[in-house]
Each structure stands twice: as structure tokens, then as C-alpha cells.
């Protein structure tokens, strides 16, 4: 069974450009949320999301970061323009329910790095 | 609002000896999900245990033991006889039932066992 994929692992940035992450949940999930951590620091909500709808935005930057999870194909999570302060590990994980006692199982995170 | 705290940031031992690691929360929930994640040296995010607020039996899982007490709004999490394969960053976090589905995450400890 495929976990949550992600990809690419690493990625580079110069400033100004632009950034896409990409997640793949486990194979039925339909719930994706993505969280991001900076150096040292534990992770921090950014926005959750079922088949084409954001839910949960409220951890988001307000400018320059956007997200979806198109009916096909993978979550992406967009980041325009970037800064330095965006240089982060970015994690994606799924879950089958959004409901009840379940668990959030992660991806192996892509860690962007902004030049 | 919620919150997770894990006072101890870096806890240091030597090979078999046992290590509590702390995590203290807060939520207004009265029905609410704990969990333990490992984040080894490669940097993916392992779940350990989720524990729903209204189970407060301890549990325990090999040389891994969870004290929960809703008195104390504490979750601690114990590895006997450490290894040093057991080295990671340790985060505990929270989920309520109200609204939003995002995981709370403490700052996370850093365990390093010592050969």
C-alpha cells in the first residue's frame, strides 16, 4: 500500500519565483491537509482540503500561497514570489474521514529552499 | 484557543536507560484526540499513538508506554530501555471536535540516545 507521496522532496527557489508541491494522499483518502515547519520549530496548520474544496484556510498566508485538490490528480500547494522566510519543510497528509478518532498520516515532506 | 506545550526541548541519555518525554495541552473541547509523532534524523513524520479524550487507560506498546491523566491535561510518553535508534524529535499534538480538523503541534523534543 502507497502512503502519501510527495514531490519533489527538495526544491530550490530563487527569490521572486514560484514554487509547487505536490501531494498525492493515500489511495481513498479524500481529506488533505498541509502543514508547514520551519527550522527547528514544530508544524504549524496551513489548510485542509477534500475533492475540489478548501475547508480550512485559516493557517494560510493570505498572499502568495494558494492551494487545491483538483477531482483528478494530486494536491497542489502554490507559492508565488517567494521570500526567504518561505524556506521551510512543507508536509502533506491525508486521512479517509474528517470525522470521529482517525489519524493524519504524513508524507516524507518537501523541504523548499529559497535563495 | 488550543495549545500544546512540550517544555523540554532536548533530552539527552544513555543507551537503556528510560525517558519520559512531557507534553502538557489546552482545549475547551470537551471530547479531544492526543497523538505522538516521531520525526527521525530523515525527517518524515511516524505515528506513534492517538488517544481520545474520553479513554484514559494507559497504554503501552513494546518499550513504549503513554500516561494519559485529564486532570493534569497531560500525555506523556515513556520509552524503556532506550536505543539509540529511538534518537528522533518527538512532537505531541491535538486535535478537538470543534470545527476545524488541523493538528495542534507542540515544539517538539529532541531525543538523542547516546551509545
Not at chain 1, 20 to 27: A, F, G, Y
Not at chain 1, 56 to 67: I, L, Q, V
Not at chain 2, 24 to 40: A, G, I, M, N, S
Not at chain 2, 60 to 88: C, E, L, M, P
Request: charged share 20%; with cysteine.
Amino acid at each position: 500500500n502507497a502512503g502519501v507521496m510527495q514531490n519533489p522532496r527538495h526544491l530550490v527557489r530563487r527569490r521572486g519565483q514560484e514554487a509547487r508541491l505536490r501531494c498525492s494522499p493515500v489511495k481513498g483518502h479524500s481529506h488533505v491537509y498541509w502543514y508547514r515547519q520551519l527550522p527547528e520549530e514544530g508544524l504549524k496548520f496551513m489548510v485542509y482540503l477534500q475533492k475540489e474544496n478548501i475547508i480550512d484556510e485559516s493557517g494560510m498566508p493570505k498572499e502568495r500561497f494558494s492551494a487545491e485538490f483538483p477531482k483528478e490528480g494530486p494536491s497542489i500547494l502554490r507559492i508565488q514570489q517567494v521570500v526567504r522566510g518561505d524556506s521551510a519543510a512543507y508536509f502533506c497528509a491525508s486521512s479517509p474521514t474528517a470525522s470521529g478518532p482517525y489519524e493524519q498520516y504524513f508524507g516524507p515532506g518537501t523541504r523548499l529552499t529559497v535563495t | 484557543a488550543q495549545k500544546v506545550t512540550q517544555a523540554q526541548t532536548e533530552i539527552s541519555v544513555v543507551e537503556k536507560e528510560d525517558v519520559t518525554l512531557d507534553c502538557v495541552y489546552e482545549t475547551r473541547d470537551t471530547t479531544y484526540y492526543l497523538f505522538w509523532y516521531k520525526q527521525p534524523p530523515s525527517g518524515e513524520l511516524v505515528f506513534l499513538i492517538r488517544r481520545n479524550s474520553f479513554d484514559e487507560q494507559n497504554e503501552i506498546s513494546g518499550r513504549y508506554s503513554w500516561n494519559f491523566q485529564k486532570s493534569t491535561s497531560s500525555f506523556n510518553f515513556t520509552i524503556t530501555a532506550s536505543q539509540v535508534v529511538d534518537s528522533a524529535v518527538y512532537f505531541c499534538a491535538l486535535r478537538g471536535i470543534q470545527g476545524a480538523q488541523k493538528l495542534v503541534f507542540g515544539q517538539g523534543t529532541r531525543l538523542t540516545i547516546n551509545p
